[in-house]
Every structure is written in C-alpha cells, then in structure tokens.
C-alpha cells in the first residue's frame, strides 16, 4: 500500500511557475515509477511526468521543455516544477505511483491558470 500526498496547488498567472509536491508513505526509491497526470474539465486523464525506476523519464507532449520532473529519494517526495505555464494548463493534478502489481493515486491538487 502507498499513500501519496500533494501540496503546492493554486492561482497562477500565465507566463507564471508553480511547483508541485507530492510525498510518499513509503520510500520511492523501490516504486516502479511515479509522477504525475492531470484531468482538465471535460477530458481525460493525461500524462504530465513520470520517472521510472529504469532512470527513464517520460513527458507528456503538451509540457515537454516547460516542465520538470524532480525526485528527491531522501524525501519520499517527488516535484514537478512548472514554468511558462499555459492556461491549458488548468487541471487537477494527480501523483501517480506504480508499486509491485498496483497502481495508486494521491487525491489531487488543483491548478488554475489566468490569462
């Protein structure tokens, strides 16, 4: 079992940077991988940034080269830092972990961009 905490979330301007925090119940160090997805009103559940315990790292299309994703294994946390955002950037935001066979999911942060 992995519970994932997110904090960070809130208002930003466009043109703006917010960071994204997301802690783990358990070290990260041995998860599979773990990032972050997002859901914008009306759409699906996408892909922001996911590190893989390979040393692999994904980003969706729509954030690649604005975003970063950071692992701080001493922590058990994870960070996105967000720069440059867009207001279609505007979405709960979601960590995501995968652990043996399972996948789990941290309640959401909401992040919400003005033009």
């Known amino acids: 079992q992995v519970q994932l905490v997110e904090s960070g979330g809130g208002l930003v301007q466009a043109g703006g940077s917010l960071n994204l925090s997301c802690t783990a119940s358990?070290?990260?160090?041995?998860?599979?991988?773990v990032g972050w997805y997002r859901q914008a009103p009306g759409k699906e559940r996408e892909l922001v940034a996911q590190t893989r315990i390979s040393g692999r790292i994904r980003y969706g299309d729509s954030v690649s080269g604005r975003f970063t994703i950071v692992r701080d294994n001493a922590k058990d946390t994870v960070h996105l830092q967000m720069s440059r955002v867009k207001p279609e950037d505007t979405a709960i935001y979601y960590c995501n972990a995968e652990f043996l066979t399972h996948e789990y999911w941290g309640q959401g942060t909401q992040v919400t961009v003005s033009p």
């Open positions: 358990r070290s990260i160090f041995g998860l599979n991988s």
